[in-house]
């Protein structure tokens, strides 16, 4: 895996040397500027204003989008490797881009002071105009040109805002040069809240994410799964989500997890036993689930800490029970599929001991300990992840059986200089509408008349939210869906007495429920193009194994305890009636419960769904009606069992009559 990660960032034969190397060096400058600014360094005795900070972090990465990927992806795709390096169109976008964002950087005091967003001189309003196109055509480049189109429809929206025939989307109107000043140089439009997250706190834990799978933390993790879980009935599926989940919490990303881990993991399930449907299906969750996983969690967790107002802290504590429940689900529906089809796990004698795997992998371990100790007890969470990367550093050269000289280096720069690169010219892109909402004044009134046209109906609200969460997701990164959503529908939720941090955890995996979800589906059709399986079906089989991501949102939208936001009792209470709810309905979805070790009758289905599903709302009367009903589902299936029992003893005495 290490080799396979190592070797990501060569098969793009734009990168020749020259091109590596600007890459490599635009990527240190950034990440030098990153703890110039979170490390109060102040070199040269200067302090960079924030915006000027920006605009320097933007100098250096929105270049390497330009670098990296091509104007066409055809273009990457049918290129022959003899047509190797960068088109002159896109060198000379990547010196412009760079000349416009020093302009605005030099000048970060005056467009400060001066207020240069609404009167401003004529080059930076000409440069304006450039760095809006810019940002654009790099969001368009790192994620899609649907991300883009609505970016773009959204920031010329305060050209049209007075004239929308619906009074619930009119806003402040705008002409095109003051649109233009207002994205560029405002403080809510591409320097907005998501960019201020990115130069603030989410560089350095992306480093961290970057370096621990260079230094062999994959492969670490990886081992480390096969040694706990692969001696279990289905432990290779098991040995899949756990090392999905950390690759997955690692790179934030679900197709480029699956891409990763799934020709080893998929193949590995399917000479188990598993059928290539329900391979790709284990995978493409597991992958999935990385994104909402602590300590790193994905991009779209810091953007949530801006919006929300708290510590990352906090939001780490917030997501860990429902990250817990989430992969729960997936453990107990393999686990009875195992069950069903009589798949055993890997002999012992086959597989790595844990211990010598946690030996093996002390510095992997320590450093997530570590990391976790320091948020909960430094003043200063971004400062964390940069001693944290140090750390791995050192260990990286120094211990004796890993491999990593100039080369690895080399590799693992390029790969941090395409992943910032590829957030930050996303980020920015999302900036615009966020600018766009935001300049217009519409993104105050529709959470107002949202809550109006809902009738103060806080269930209605929620299912409203989820379908338009779902409707963005299969669209939009989760970033972009997020931060639309952040805007618009959180505080209409909040409005109706939901928990802040629980509004928002909801859109955020309401929002990602799209990967698994048909029609779009991106990380199980990509699981599926591995395992060679139906689409649609592996599909199907994920939105199964991943229900507690449709159910739990739900959950703790009304019950703010499952998000950690109450007394210790009342979270623990929450926690221990979450985890019998999650197994009930992971059991009437898969038919198979644990406990008994045997199907459940016809009836015990509906009673186990329900009964887990009244155990998530916060009141007596449903957590005892809850209990009831599984205790009654456990009773019918322990019967059922019995009476199977009895019945098979007495076949063998039945055929011997027979045949005398």
């Known amino acids: 895996m290490q080799q396979l990660i190592a070797t990501t960032a060569t098969r793009n034969h734009r990168l020749t040397r020259f091109w590596s190397a600007v890459v490599i060096v635009l990527t240190v400058v950034g990440i030098l500027l990153s703890m110039n600014q979170v490390f109060f360094w102040n070199l040269g005795g200067l302090a960079i204003l924030t915006n000027a900070y920006l605009y320097l972090l933007l100098a250096c990465f929105l270049p390497i989008v330009f670098i990296v990927w091509p104007l066409r992806k055809r273009d990457e795709d049918n290129d022959p490797p003899g047509t190797s390096g960068v088109p002159w169109y896109d060198a000379a976008i990547v010196v412009l881009t760079i000349l416009t964002c020093l302009y605005f950087a030099v000048n970060g005091v005056e467009i400060q002071e001066y207020g240069w967003e609404f009167?401003?001189?004529?080059?930076?309003?000409?440069?304006?105009?450039?760095?809006?196109?810019?940002v654009l055509e790099a969001l368009r480049r790192s994620s899609s040109w649907i991300v883009a189109v609505l970016a773009l429809a959204l920031s010329l929206y305060p050209l049209t805002a007075e004239g929308i025939p619906f009074a619930i989307l009119q806003g402040i109107p705008y002409d095109l040069i003051t649109v233009a000043q207002v994205h560029a140089m405002g403080p809510e439009s591409i320097l907005g809240l998501p960019m201020e997250t990115v130069g603030s706190i989410l560089i350095g834990f992306l480093l961290f994410g970057i370096v621990l799978q260079h230094t062999g933390g994959a492969e670490f993790f990886h081992r480390l799964s096969m040694a706990i879980f692969g001696r279990y009935r289905g432990g290779s599926a098991k040995v899949s989500v756990a090392s999905s989940a950390t690759l997955g919490m690692m790179s934030g990303s679900a197709v480029s997890n699956v891409l990763t881990t799934g020709p080893m993991t998929?193949?590995?399930?399917?000479?188990?036993?598993?059928?290539?449907?329900?391979?790709?299906?284990?995978?493409?969750?597991?992958?999935?689930?990385?994104?909402?996983?602590?300590?790193?969690?994905?991009?779209?967790?810091?953007?949530?800490?801006?919006?929300?107002?708290?510590?990352?802290?906090?939001?780490?504590?917030?997501?860990?029970?429902?990250?817990?429940?989430?992969?729960?689900?997936?453990?107990?529906?393999?686990?009875?599929?195992?069950?069903?089809?009589?798949?055993?796990?890997?002999?012992k004698h086959l597989l790595p001991r844990v211990s010598a795997a946690l030996i093996s992998g002390w510095p992997y371990i320590g450093s997530l300990i570590v990391l976790t100790a320091m948020l909960f007890s430094t003043g200063s969470e971004a400062q964390v992840p940069y001693w944290i990367v140090a750390i791995l550093m050192v260990i990286a050269f120094l211990k004796p059986n890993l491999r990593f000289g100039p080369k690895e280096f080399t590799a693992m720069l390029l790969d941090a200089g395409k992943t910032l690169g590829q957030i930050i010219g996303l980020i920015a892109g999302v900036g615009l509408i966020l600018g766009g909402?935001?300049?217009?004044?519409?993104?105050?009134?529709?959470?107002?008349?949202?809550?109006?046209?809902?009738?103060?109906?806080?269930?209605?609200?929620?299912?409203?939210?989820?379908?338009?969460?779902?409707?963005?997701?299969?669209?939009?990164?989760?970033?972009?869906?997020y931060v639309f959503l952040a805007i618009v529908m959180v505080p209409a939720v909040t409005a109706l007495g939901v928990n802040p941090i629980a509004a928002h955890l909801f859109v955020i995996y309401w929002a990602s429920v799209s990967y698994i979800t048909p029609p779009v589906g991106l990380a199980a059709f990509a699981a599926a193009s591995i395992s060679k399986a139906s689409a649609m079906g592996t599909c199907l089989t994920a939105m199964k194994l991943g229900a507690a991501k449709y159910i739990v949102p739900f959950g703790f939208a009304l019950n703010p305890a499952l998000v950690a936001q109450g007394t210790l009792t009342e979270v623990l209470t929450a926690f221990a009636l979450s985890i019998i709810a999650v197994i009930a309905i992971a059991t009437a979805i898969n038919g198979w419960l644990p406990l008994v070790e045997h199907q459940p009758a016809w009836i015990a289905r509906p009673l186990l769904g329900a009964g887990g599903v009244l155990l998530f709302l916060p009141t007596l009367w449903a957590a005892i009606t809850g209990l009831a009903l599984i205790a009654a589902a456990i009773?019918?299936?322990?019967?059922?069992?019995?009476?199977?029992g009895a019945a098979s003893l007495s076949t063998p005495k039945t055929l011997q009559e027979d045949k005398v």
């Open 266 to 347: 998929i193949p590995a399930m399917k000479k188990s036993g598993f059928s290539p449907r329900m391979a790709g299906a284990v995978e493409a969750t597991a992958a999935s689930g990385g994104s909402i996983t602590p300590p790193i969690m994905g991009t779209v967790a810091f953007l949530m800490v801006s919006f929300v107002g708290v510590s990352y802290t906090e939001v780490l504590i917030a997501a860990t029970i429902p990250a817990v429940l989430y992969f729960l689900c997936i453990f107990v529906q393999i686990d009875g599929y195992a069950a069903r089809q009589n798949l055993a796990g890997t002999s």
């Open 437 to 481: 909402l935001s300049a217009t004044g519409v993104a105050l009134s529709l959470s107002r008349d949202l809550v109006a046209l809902v009738g103060d109906n806080l269930i209605l609200i929620l299912i409203a939210g989820a379908v338009v969460c779902f409707i963005l997701g299969m669209g939009l990164t989760i970033s972009a869906a």
């Open 119 to 134: 009167i401003a001189p004529v080059p930076a309003t000409i440069l304006s105009f450039v760095l809006w196109l810019v």
């Open 635 to 644: 009773a019918l299936t322990y019967l059922a069992k019995r009476s199977a």
